[in-house]
């Protein structure tokens, strides 16, 4: 491990858990990105603008960290764009599949104890590795 960061990782997680919670607590909702954003695509009465403000809230944070702590956010990509492309639509009908994504189930879902949830996650988690071994051990870690 090169990039071995525990001390980064713990106050990451304890953000995002705080983050979380307080979505749910203050809001009422469950802060799954792929939910959220299928919301802002499929706009229902008066239920955009927070929405909205949530994916502004992740770019801006990506984007803030970029400026001031670029060395944070890797840009190189070692794969094609053909591949980037398709692992996306991938991801993106998993989570439909799936009724949610990894942010809704693995960290709102695993919290509130759903037994949905823990299926689903390990599903993706399941899934991920044996993609994870089968483009490294079959297609020499490149598609």
Known sequence: MDNFT????LIGGILIGLA??????????IAGVSGI??????????????RV????????????????YPE????HIDRSVLSVILA???VGIGA?????????????????????SLVATAVFMTTGVIAAVVVGQVFGGSI
Request: proline share 3%; charged share 10%; glycine share 22%.
């Open 37 to 50: 954003f299928s919301g802002v695509l499929n706009a229902s009465k008066n239920d955009t603008a927070w």
């Open 20 to 29: 979380t919670a307080g979505m749910l607590i203050f809001n009422g909702r």
């Open 96 to 116: 439909r599949l799936g009724s949610g994504c990894t942010s809704g189930h693995g960290v709102c879902g695993i919290g509130r104890l759903a037994p949905r």
């Open 88 to 90: 996306g639509l991938l």
């Open 53 to 68: 403000a949530f994916i502004g809230g992740l770019m801006g944070g990506g984007l803030l960290t970029m400026g001031f």
């Open 6 to 9: 525990p001390i980064a990782s």
């Open 72 to 75: 944070a956010i890797s840009s």
